[in-house]
Nanobody, 122 residues
Framework: QVQLVESGGGSVQAGGSLRLSCAAS????????MGWFRQAPGKEREFVAA????????YYSDSVKGRFTISRDNAKNTVYLQMNSLKPEDTAVYYCAAGWVSSASGYGMSYWGTGTLVTVSS
């Protein structure tokens, strides 16, 4: 079992930055790939970024590539999402998840956090 708690959301103006954190409990954190997803009002949840258990491979959606960076610290059981050059269309609830990943479109998440809201104003 893995429990996930996101933090770091908030309100920021376009062009600004935020860093999301996801703290995981459970001894097997380091064996899971970790991902960030988001859901905007009235839209389906979408993939944002993912990182393999070792941190050796990362994957990003085209909409955030070059602006967002995912990283993890297995010693701290924490995964991060550094978000730069934020746009109003990045406004969403951001969710952390744990599972497996093989590509930006190939993944399966078994555990989910409850989400943290990011609001970007123009």
């Amino acid at each position: 079992q893995v429990q996930l708690v996101e933090s770091g959301g908030g309100s920021v103006q376009a062009g600004g930055s935020l860093r999301l954190s996801c703290a995981a409990s459970g001894r097997t954190f380091s064996s899971y790939a970790m991902g960030w997803f988001r859901q905007a009002p009235g839209k389906e949840r979408e993939f944002v970024a993912a990182i393999r258990w070792s941190g050796s491979m990362t994957y990003y959606s085209d909409s955030v590539k070059g602006r967002f960076t995912i990283s993890r610290d297995n010693a701290k059981n924490t995964v991060y999402l550094q978000m730069n050059s934020l746009k109003p269309e990045d406004t969403a609830v951001y969710y952390c998840a744990a599972g497996w990943v093989s590509s930006a479109s190939g993944y399966g998440m078994s555990y989910w956090g409850t989400g943290t809201l990011v609001t970007v104003s123009s």
